[in-house]
T-cell receptor, first 109, second 116 residues
Framework: GQNIDQPTEMTATEGAIVQINCTYQ??????LFWYQQHAGEAPTFLSY??LDGLEEKGRFSSFLSRSKGYSYLLLKELQMKDSASYLC??????????WGAGTKLIIKP | GAVVSQHPSRVICKSGTSVKIECRSL??????MFWYRQFPKQSLMLMAT?????????EQGVEKDKFLINHASLTLSTLTVTSAHPEDSSFYIC????????????FGPGTRLLVL
């Protein structure tokens, strides 16, 4: 079956760094997305990785290892507004999105 | 970046009535549009995928006669919840993709439906 695993909840301190891990097992692979979703709002796109390596975009970076079925989202210089759920999403061989359950990130002052 | 709008953002209706939700891609042509629903504290659940000009493909367990989807143009898709019941109360989110391949999906802001 298809499966995406990510921690249910994480807590971090304002100004610090946090890494949210995601492992996946899917039928084929056509890329991995990270989305941010604030409570009561629709998801917003953060990053897309299809090749191995690190993609950096401002305070956010995303890493992919296809051989390990593993990705992480790295958030630096955490701000209170970063408190949200972070969704790991894999596109399978049929270009269908497989959604992780999301990691709720709590930022403390 | 690409913008997707949804209307209405919030709707309250009586049980038994039908509700139509519009999804528009504002600055790109959306070959494919997706409809999701999300229950509180849960991840998104894909309801259906629609390609412009063809019938929507519904996910298992989603009643196509209850959730009518029309993707009549490259910028507009509509979801009609027919004969709504309280259990249909949910957060409905559409997303749009420019091509049929790997392009990113962009999400609308969502429509919160409450059926009394």
């Amino acid at each position: 079956g298809q499966n995406i695993d990510q921690p249910t909840e994480m807590t971090a301190t304002e100004g610090a760094i946090v890494q949210i891990n995601c492992t996946y097992q899917t039928s084929g692979f056509n890329g991995l997305f990270w989305y941010q979703q604030h409570a009561g709002e629709a998801p917003t796109f953060l990053s897309y990785n299809v090749l191995d390596g690190l993609e950096e975009k401002g305070r956010f970076s995303s890493f992919l290892s296809r051989s390990k079925g593993y990705s992480y989202l790295l958030l630096k210089e955490l701000q209170m507004k970063d408190s949200a759920s972070y969704l790991c999403v894999v596109m399978d061989s049929n270009y269908q999105l497989i959604w992780g359950a999301g990691t709720k990130l709590i930022i403390k002052p | 970046g690409a913008v997707v709008s949804q209307h209405p953002s919030r709707v309250i209706c009586k049980s038994g009535t039908s509700v139509k939700i519009e999804c528009r891609s504002l600055d790109f042509q959306a070959t494919t549009m997706f409809w999701y629903r999300q229950f509180p504290k849960q991840s998104l659940m894909l309801m259906a995928t629609s390609n412009e000009g063809s019938k929507a493909t519904y996910e298992q367990g989603v009643e196509k006669d209850k959730f009518l989807i029309n993707h009549a143009s490259l910028t507009l898709s509509t979801l009609t919840v027919t004969s709504a019941h309280p259990e249909d109360s949910s957060f409905y989110i559409c997303s749009a993709r420019e091509g049929r391949g790997r392009e990113t999906q962009y999400f609308g802001p969502g429509t919160r439906l409450l059926v009394l």
